[in-house]
């Protein structure tokens, strides 16, 4: 069955950059697009981008260039993305989410921005 | 970017009872739009996709419908673990949008 499993909590100062996981099992992970959200309680679901684990290829939400990188190891089926630059507004639950119609999503990571 | 707002904000209703929820893109997007469900503290999920077709493991109480700007997700006999948030997103063009969901409560 598809999986998506997303790396721990974390807890990162302001300034500072974090990266985050989200291991693909029970399907062929080259094969599927894999999209980024953000969740917060003010801005609501928030879609970031998405990257083509086949050929590396990304397109990004204008308003997160510049603040998310996405990227993928197809040796370990993982996607990643860092988030560089922290502030207070980058707290949030951060999930990946397969296909551009979302069809599974990993259990979301929560990420506190605080000094 | 295409705004996609969602009504009511809050709905309220009964076991049993038909309910439907709404959503308004501000254009048209093609029938690119999905449901999802969110619980409490889990991930959404996803219940239809372009509309008005139902993911598998999906009770069929669920459906959707609409075209243009203007869509809805109806289910036919709510039960208690409906309760949830649902929200929207239309994925016909880049960025991608979510609605800001209805949060649907047992009366």
């Known amino acids: 069955q598809v999986q998506l499993q997303q790396s721990g909590a974390e807890l990162v100062k302001p300034g500072t950059s974090v990266k985050l996981s989200c291991k693909a099992s029970?399907?062929?992970?080259?094969?599927?697009?894999m999209n980024w959200i953000k969740q917060t309680t003010g801005q609501g679901l928030e879609w970031i981008g998405i990257?083509?684990?086949?050929?590396?290829?990304?397109s990004y939400n204008v308003k997160f260039k510049g603040k998310a990188t996405l990227t993928v190891d197809k040796s370990s089926s993982t996607a990643f993305m860092q988030l560089s630059s922290l502030t207070p507004e980058d707290s949030a639950v951060y999930y990946c989410?397969?296909?551009?119609?979302?069809?599974?999503w990993g259990q979301g990571v929560m990420v506190t921005v605080s000094s | 970017d295409i705004q996609m707002t969602q009504s009511p904000s809050v709905l309220s209703a009964s076991v049993g009872d038909r309910v439907t929820l709404n959503c308004k893109a501000s254009?048209?997007?093609?029938?690119?739009l999905n449901w999802y469900q969110q619980k409490l503290g889990e991930a959404p999920k996803l219940l239809i996709y372009?509309?008005?077709n139902l993911q598998t493991g999906i009770p069929s109480r669920f459906s959707g419908s609409g075209s243009g700007t203007d869509y809805t997700l109806t289910i036919s006999s709510l039960q208690p673990e409906d309760v949830a948030t649902y929200f929207c997103?239309?994925?016909?063009?880049?960025?991608?949008?979510f609605g800001a969901g209805t949060k649907l409560e047992l009366k």
């Open positions: 997103f239309q994925h016909n063009s880049w960025p991608n949008t």
């Open positions: 254009q048209n997007i093609n029938k690119y």
């Open positions: 029970g399907y062929t992970f080259t094969s599927n697009h």
């Open positions: 372009n509309t008005n």
């Open positions: 989410a397969r296909r551009g119609i979302l069809d599974y």
């Open positions: 990257i083509n684990p086949g050929s590396g290829g990304t």
